[in-house]
């Protein structure tokens, strides 16, 4: 099945000089996006693909630098509903489920149909695409393994390097990340452009209002499975934050094994909330006394920004890339030492001057990351490639 929808297929204009005469016809650029993010739950590195693809569509729709002889369309192996793409075209490529084998559509079908160059946003990606950019996220398969499985460990350590290997061109969320990737051989540093990530796609879920909040005061942190999330500080220091009369609210995914693991049960001044939907998720922010992010590791501190968004204070693990990515627009605590996290709280809830110049500063902070900055960069990255220049060459 090839569906395509919105602007139809390119027919190379003609530019024309006297009596109707064809005097030069100029072929855009054909450059495709990986779809297969529209498969994945639609967070972390598959909320990057989409925002990254909604901002070059954005781009595209209003004829910006670099977009004038461009084409680009989105390879997907099912028709994208949550995507609303006016400029970017869709070719559908049917999944071969017969049976579902990991990785084939990626690395078969999709390479197939991508005849110009590839963007792919989520780590694993085609290893042979011989014109290629292609994100990768972390290397936290390598540092945190005990967060993942055996088959996702695997598949990441064997495509990862081959990818840095093949791409022309190797972009990630950090610095930290970068050293990360050149330290374990994945690529040369040559190949490197970090973007960084952005947060522009949470304005449209902000609240001109803060929403009232009946219960107790809380302060929030992200549910999640992994390790490397360090989940297990909440349970160390639930206790000395009810004394302060403070709850503490954990929206997201997080199993009852991942529970279970902690060795205790659930404290009785947390809240496990589930998942949310994204309005939910501001209200969430905007109410909290303050954001907690005690990961031992990430490559973009994502969430502590989504919190300075909505005008939460944040305290985050002292370890990498937080303060690369908060700056100081953040309170600091070791990710080992619970008393460190209770006092961080104790200051935001103590002092309103604190907490009014946490609000500010996590605003400017949050002008930094820019999902349009981001496209932008692809499409220097993509103009550079066509041409043969440096990658490096005028990013800004």
Known sequence: ???????????????????????????????????????????????????????????????????????????????PNNLDLKAIKVDVVDE????????????????????????????????????????????????TPQSYSFPFRLAHRIILPALG????????????SRQHLVEASVCDDSKVVVTYSGIDHLRRFAKTNKPKHTGRPY??????NEHHKNISIVWRIAAALDELGLDIHLPGQISNEAIARLGSEIPPNVRILGRLSDDELAEC???????????????????????????????VSSRPSMPETCGDAALYADPNEPEAWISAVRSILKSERLRT?????????????????????????????????????NLS
């Open 219 to 224: 302060v929030m942190c992200l549910a999640r």
């Open 1 to 79: 099945m090839n569906e395509y929808i919105g602007t139809p297929q390119y027919i190379p204009r003609a530019e024309i000089q006297g009596s109707g005469d064809v005097r030069k016809v100029r072929a855009k650029r054909q450059w495709f996006i990986n779809g297969d993010f529209i498969m994945l739950s639609p967070t972390g590195v598959a909320r990057q693909a989409k925002e990254i693809t909604l901002a070059l569509d954005q781009l595209l729709q209003t004829g910006a630098e670099l977009t004038e002889d461009l084409d680009v369309t989105l390879i997907a192996p099912e028709f």
């Open 165 to 176: 290997r093949t791409a022309r061109c190797v972009t990630t969320v950090s610095e930290l």
């Open 285 to 315: 922010y905007s109410a909290a006394t303050c954001y907690l992010l005690p990961s031992q590791i990430e490559g973009f501190a994502l969430t502590a920004v989504e919190a300075m968004v909505f005008g939460c204070p944040v305290v």
């Open 96 to 143: 071969y489920r017969k049976p579902r084998i990991p990785q084939f559509w990626c690395q078969f079908q999709l390479p197939r149909r991508a005849k110009g160059g590839l963007l792919s946003f989520c780590n694993l990606a085609p290893v042979r695409h011989p014109k290629h950019i292609v994100c990768i996220h972390d290397m936290q398969t390598i540092h």
């Open 357 to 393: 110049s946490l609000i500010h500063r996590g605003f400017d902070r949050t002008l930094k990351y820019s999902w349009l900055k981001i496209a932008h960069t692809h499409l220097v990255l993509m103009r550079n490639i066509d041409l043969g220049l440096p990658l490096r060459t």
